[in-house]
């Protein structure tokens, strides 16, 4: 059996990974997968991605 490679993290990802762990899902996220999050903190976690996003295009 060979070893499944995972590709590189982008700053979109580590942006979802941190926002997560502020609203205190990351560890569900984990163990289950982003797909067990509800609609209301999917739409959380985006829009706080995309917020931030912005934020550091515009510096």
């Keep these: ?3 499944r490679k995972s590709k590189p993290l982008t700053e979109r ?15 569900l996220v984990q163990d289950k997968g982003w797909g067990v999050l509800s609609n209301k903190v999917c739409g959380q976690v985006g829009g706080m991605v995309a917020k931030r996003l912005k934020e550091r295009n515009e510096k």
């Design 13 to 27: 990802d580590l942006l979802k990974i941190e926002i997560a762990k502020e609203l205190g899902v990351w560890d």
């Design 1 to 3: 059996m060979t070893a």
